[in-house]
């Protein structure tokens, strides 16, 4: 069975440091995606993450893939305040988008 | 804005009592999965239906069933509802050949008193 793991899961910052969230899987999968939640609202993507070596920025957002370790990072760069939300990573379970999701990094950025 | 429209956007319901939940899929997309997110967790995979085909299931009792469409458009139901069945509820869509972009709708708040 599919396991996925997130941490930290409570991350509380300052504006403008940098810090790292990780997402272990225990099973073979090379498709990975990370997605922003705010409170009482959808998944917003931010990445998709389709081979190993893949790495993708997106302003202050950098997600890589490592697959042979099975290990995905999202870094943040120098933080702001509008990024305070929830990040899930995911991973492909069965193939076609049968998603299975860590538990969640509830993350908050201080002024 | 991802296109893909849920309905309703809140619901309380009455432990025993049945639910549908209605999801329409974004223009061209053949494919809808299902997801439950409980407060404060990730969410879960129910199932996925293709070309109105159940495609998958995750660990939930066959109390939840689902319909799709000829329009791709889908509906999950809920029977003998439960307390713990209170959660929102996603539901995604996504194309064949552009299978690893997948949407997801606003959701649904559901409250089971």
């Known amino acids: 069975e599919l396991k996925v793991e997130q941490n930290p899961l409570f991350l509380s910052m300052q504006e403008g440091k940098n810090y790292t969230i990780y997402c272990n899987y225990s099973?073979?999968?090379?498709?990975l995606y990370w997605y922003r939640q705010d409170p009482g609202k959808s998944l917003e993507s931010l990445f998709v993450?389709?081979?190993?070596?893949a790495v993708k920025q997106e302003g202050r957002l950098m997600a890589s893939l490592d697959t042979k370790a099975r290990l995905s990072t999202l870094h943040i760069t120098a933080a702001v305040h509008d990024l305070s939300a929830t990040y899930f990573c995911?991973?492909?379970?069965?193939?076609?988008?049968?998603?299975?999701f860590g538990q969640g990094t509830r993350l908050t950025i201080n002024p | 804005e991802t296109g893909v429209t849920q309905s309703p956007t809140h619901l309380i319901k009455t432990r025993g009592q049945q639910v549908t939940l209605r999801c329409s899929s974004q223009?061209?997309?053949?494919?809808v999965s299902w997801y439950q997110q409980a407060l404060g967790q990730g969410p879960q995979f129910i199932f996925q239906y293709y070309r109105e085909e159940e495609n998958g299931r995750g660990n939930f009792p066959p109390r939840f069933s689902g319909l799709q469409f000829p329009n791709y458009s889908s509906e999950l139901n809920v029977n003998a509802l439960e307390l713990d069945d209170s959660a929102l509820y996603l539901c995604?869509?996504?194309?064949?050949?552009?299978?690893?972009?997948?949407?997801f709708g606003p959701g649904t708040r559901l409250t089971v008193t």
């Open positions: 995604a869509s996504s194309s064949g050949d552009r299978y690893y972009e997948q949407y």
């Open positions: 993450l389709l081979s190993n070596g």
């Open positions: 995911a991973v492909d379970s069965q193939g076609a988008q049968k998603l299975v």
């Open positions: 099973t073979t999968s090379d498709r």
């Open positions: 223009s061209g997309h053949n494919t």
